[in-house]
């Protein structure tokens, strides 16, 4: 059974970082694109970011690039997702994801596995 658990969310000021992890278990993940998306109140989820399980490779929506920062710990069956200079339409859930396959795609449909989300809150 997959799971993906979420944490490090919270309330931050614009300006600030958070460093959001996602723990992976159930499987190992060699062969997996691992994901992160978001979902603010009224819109639809969107794609962040995401990397290549092997190969580190990675992909970020034009809007985080330059700020954010996905990485993974193979050993620790960890992802990560570092976020600085952070603005208030950063403001959403965030989910971790897993899709079975060898290129990155950014349509939330394509992922086969979902974290429960953590809440991470920009103030201005």
């Known amino acids: 059974q997959v799971q993906l658990v979420e944490s490090g969310g919270g309330l931050v000021q614009a300006g600030g970082s958070l460093r959001l992890s996602c723990a992976a278990s159930g499987r190992t993940f060699s062969g997996y694109i691992m994901g992160w998306f978001r979902q603010a109140p009224g819109k639809e989820r969107e794609f962040v970011a995401a990397v290549r399980w092997s190969g580190g490779s990675t992909s970020y929506a034009n809007s985080v690039k330059g700020r954010f920062t996905i990485s993974r710990d193979n050993a620790e069956n960890t992802m990560y997702l570092q976020m600085n200079s952070l603005k208030p339409e950063d403001t959403a859930v965030y989910y971790c994801?897993?899709?079975?396959?060898?290129?990155?795609?950014?349509?939330?449909?394509?992922?086969?596995?979902w974290g429960q989300g953590t809440q991470v809150t920009v103030s201005s």
């Open positions: 994801a897993a899709d079975r396959a060898v290129v990155i795609v950014t349509t939330p449909n394509a992922y086969d596995y």
